[in-house]
């Protein structure tokens, strides 16, 4: 991550509040078929890394969703509320949880071989394919 700073949020409902110490200032979307599937539509979020904390952590429920990654959702309203690497505990956050959204750019697109033809966004991103981001984080597959 490049520049960082503090990032505070919360789910829909309210019920569980985010802290994310080092929260970066860009914006990334996931093209790939299972954000797609888990929110409608791409995954647009913020990497988060580590340093990262949930209020009533006991409304938080995690789904297995591969094996090297699990998202997690607020278990009363349903938000999501991370993609998180399993090997790194790197977390990815929707960008939309977060109370401030100044000084936030639109960045990057992965899994563009994935991102399917009715909707495409204007700004100039870096684009990477599925396997460009696997080769990256060394996942299988």
């Given amino acids: ?3 960082t700073t ?3 949020g919360q789910c829909l409902c309210g019920a569980i ?3 994310a110490k080092e929260a970066g200032s860009s914006v990334g979307a996931c093209h790939c078929k299972m954000c797609r599937r888990w929110g409608g539509g ?8 580590t340093a990262i904390s949930f ?3 006991e409304n938080v429920s995690v789904f297995d969703s591969s ?4 998202r997690g959702f607020c278990r009363k309203c349903g938000t999501h509320l991370f993609y998180r690497i399993k090997e790194s505990g790197q977390h990815m956050v929707p960008v939309g949880l977060f109370d401030d959204e100044e ?3 639109f960045k990057t697109q992965v899994f563009i071989d994935e991102k399917p033809p009715y909707y495409g966004f204007e700004n100039e991103t870096q684009e990477m394919t599925g396997a ?3 080769a990256m984080f060394g996942a299988p597959e």
């Fill in 1 to 3: 991550m490049s520049e």
């Fill in 42 to 49: 791409p995954f647009m979020e913020i990497d988060c890394g």
């Fill in 6 to 8: 503090e990032r505070q």
């Fill in 67 to 70: 094996a090297w990654a699990e």
């Fill in 17 to 19: 509040r985010i802290t």
């Fill in 55 to 57: 209020d009533n952590e």
């Fill in 103 to 105: 000084n936030l750019v």
């Fill in 132 to 134: 460009e981001i696997f």
